[in-house]
């Protein structure tokens, strides 16, 4: 009897076709987040603050291919990067991917839902808000790790 080939999403990052590459991505918008550094001491603070293209209801980018021209900070997960960014969510495929480790069973590629993402509470949709509605992203750091707020919740 063969071998049986592994799904991709548990083969080697550096295995990975384009196609393979961009499935593997959750969707959780977490790395669309504004983040703040800490000039003296290089520490890193979440925020519940989205990117500008970021659609804040679904998590999804609104124009990931043009995304590089429109926000050139954005930052480009590649095979060799995605397990040295510090500030990717532990629950990233790409960086648990990059550490060997597998997915989480919320993932869609293993439940087969992508809105399990959101009932796992890993996306960010319904719980951000636009950097283009906010005066001051320093009154919107998390301190404890990502502890978002729904939008309706700053409102009141
Ligand atoms: S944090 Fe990782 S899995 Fe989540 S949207 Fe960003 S690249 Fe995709
Ligand atoms: S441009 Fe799109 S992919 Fe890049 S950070 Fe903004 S919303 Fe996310």
């Keep these: 009897m ?3 080939t592994p799904p991709f999403w548990e083969r080697p990052l550096g295995t990975l076709d384009e196609t393979e590459w961009e499935a593997l991505c959750d969707g959780c918008g977490q790395c669309c987040l504004v ?5 003296d001491t290089g520490e890193i603070y979440d925020t519940d603050v989205s990117c500008t293209l970021l659609d804040t209801c679904t998590a999804r980018c609104t124009d990931y291919p043009n995304r590089k021209a429109k926000v050139p900070d ?3 997960m590649t095979r060799e990067n995605a397990g040295t960014l510090p500030w990717l969510p532990e629950t990233c495929a790409y960086r648990l991917r ?3 480790k597998p997915l989480y069973d919320w993932h869609y590629l293993i439940s087969g839902d992508r809105e399990a993402v959101v009932r796992a509470g890993i996306s960010v949709a319904g719980r951000v808000i636009s950097e283009d509605e906010v ?3 320093e009154d919107h ?3 404890e790790g990502f502890e978002a707020i729904r939008v309706e919740d700053e409102e009141e």
């Excluded at 983040?35 to 000039?39: H, N, S």
Aim: charged residues 30%.
């Design 2 to 4: 063969g071998e049986v």
């Design 141 to 143: 750091v998390q301190i």
């Design 35 to 39: 983040k703040l550094e800490d000039a």
């Design 98 to 100: 990059a550490e060997g």
């Design 135 to 137: 005066d001051a992203i």
């Design 74 to 76: 954005c930052q480009q």
